[in-house]
């Protein structure tokens, strides 16, 4: 792509806002935003040479180039999810005394070292037993270990 550049500087700026901002010709700024994704061209020196800053011209691309259009195609493209399965234990827990299973509701707080708060509320007590076990029964890392 040859674009002559001292002519593209000149038509970037269309006018300056009283504050300082700067209104871009938007046909200027898009030949810019091809500029800028040619191979080889590194987007913070030509941001530099026409004093503008490169996070705006960052923003430029990921707005209006064709960068926009290839990310929607990548974006169809089924990736590795940043989401881990996580085994969930189904093994049946024996009663820990069968006389727990009276009619009464309890709760539970619990604040761990690392900050989490479990609470349940409206518990039967041979439900909280048997939740008790089962976390009794998770094997802990040393990381999280008191």
């Known amino acids: 792509m040859s674009v002559d550049l001292e002519n593209l ?8 806002k009283p504050g ?4 871009y010709d938007k046909a200027a ?8 994704l040619q191979p080889g061209v590194s987007v913070a020196r030509l941001a530099r040479e026409f004093g503008i800053n490169a996070n705006q011209v960052a ?4 707005d209006h180039g064709p960068l926009r259009k290839r990310a929607s195609v990548v974006a169809s493209t ?7 399965a996580v085994p969930v234990l189904t093994a049946q827990v024996p009663p820990v005394v069968d006389e727990l ?3 009464h509701d309890v709760g539970l707080q619990a604040t761990l070292p690392n900050g989490v708060r479990v609470e349940l509320r409206g518990v039967r007590l041979r439900q909280l037993a048997d939740v008790l076990q089962t976390l009794g029964r998770l094997t802990c890392s040393v990381s999280t270990s008191v």
């Open 78 to 84: 089924p990736e590795a999810s940043p989401f881990v």
């Open 101 to 103: 299973d009276v009619g």
């Open 20 to 23: 300082g901002r700067c209104v």
């Open 29 to 36: 700024k898009a030949e810019f935003v091809e500029l800028c």
């Open 9 to 16: 500087r000149r038509r970037l700026v269309l006018r300056h």
């Open 59 to 62: 923003r430029w691309i990921r």
